[in-house]
């Protein structure tokens, strides 16, 4: 399982090493149905390692790389009584500004073994990046709209991404689409060679 996910999901998964050392590793996925979720199925950091907030700023590098640009939603199981995983989670969301809900996902009856209690679901988000904006440029006669996340960019809209005529049509349609692309700010570039 860790050579397959570290083969399938190597851009939403991190180590971390302190000198020639392996400290730490998380791996996890965007949900299949929903590219805006990334599911975090493990995060392990080695006994000499834990409480440096090692856990935090590998997810935060992950959230950080151009495959995770549109994640909103951040979900993982924690087992009741894994109290330094729930912890951890719960900084994650105090630091992105983000709400976290907690329901019961998988109850006691789907482990016979006896060796599971009821797993939770922590549900984190939205995630609003203080990185990302939508910029409305003037193309073509009229506005056109560009979600911006660091280095990457994409068309606010598509398949097609359309030309607004005016300025306040422009507008109202950054902030229809401002939450789905997790923008913090929209910004308007009159001139293209500014850009």
Request: one cysteine or more; glycine letters at 6%; proline letters at 5%.
């Given at each position: 399982?860790?050579?397959?996910a570290?083969?399938?999901?190597?851009?939403?998964?991190?180590?971390?090493?302190?000198?020639?050392d392996?400290?730490?590793?998380?791996?996890?996925?965007?949900?299949?149905?929903?590219?805006?979720?990334?599911?975090?199925?493990?995060?392990?950091?080695?006994?000499?390692?834990?409480?440096?907030?090692?856990?935090?700023?590998m997810?935060?590098?992950?959230?950080?790389?151009?495959?995770?640009?549109?994640?909103?939603?951040?979900?993982?199981?924690?087992?009741?009584?894994?109290?330094?995983s729930?912890?951890?989670?719960?900084?994650?969301?105090?630091?992105?500004?983000?709400?976290?809900?907690?329901?019961?996902?998988?109850?006691?009856?789907?482990?016979?073994?006896?060796?599971?209690?009821?797993?939770?679901?922590?549900?984190?988000?939205?995630?609003?990046?203080?990185?990302?904006?939508?910029?409305?440029?003037?193309?073509?006669?009229?506005?056109?709209?560009?979600?911006?996340?660091?280095?990457?960019?994409?068309?606010?809209?598509?398949?097609?991404?359309?030309?607004?005529?005016?300025?306040?049509?422009?507008?109202?349609?950054?902030?229809?689409?401002?939450?789905?692309?997790?923008?913090?700010?929209?910004?308007?570039?009159?001139?293209?060679?500014?850009?």
């Open positions: 399982a860790y050579f397959m570290c083969r399938n999901f190597a851009a939403t998964s991190v180590v971390a090493e302190a000198g020639d392996l400290a730490g590793m998380v791996t996890a996925y965007p949900l299949p149905d929903d590219p805006q979720a990334l599911f975090v199925w493990q995060v392990n950091v080695r006994d000499k390692y834990q409480g440096q907030g090692i856990s935090v700023r997810l935060k590098e992950i959230l950080k790389r151009e495959d995770c640009q549109s994640v909103r939603w951040i979900e993982t199981t924690v087992a009741p009584g894994n109290d330094a729930e912890a951890m989670f719960r900084r994650i969301a105090a630091d992105l500004n983000a709400d976290i809900n907690v329901k019961e996902v998988y109850g006691d009856e789907l482990f016979p073994d006896g060796e599971h209690k009821v797993e939770r679901l922590f549900v984190i988000g939205p995630i609003t990046r203080v990185d990302n904006t939508i910029q409305l440029r003037k193309e073509d006669g009229g506005y056109r709209l560009y979600a911006v996340f660091a280095d990457h960019e994409e068309p606010a809209f598509t398949p097609a991404n359309p030309v607004f005529s005016s300025l306040d049509d422009a507008l109202q349609a950054a902030e229809d689409v401002r939450e789905h692309h997790a923008v913090s700010e929209i910004v308007i570039v009159e001139r293209q060679d500014l850009v």
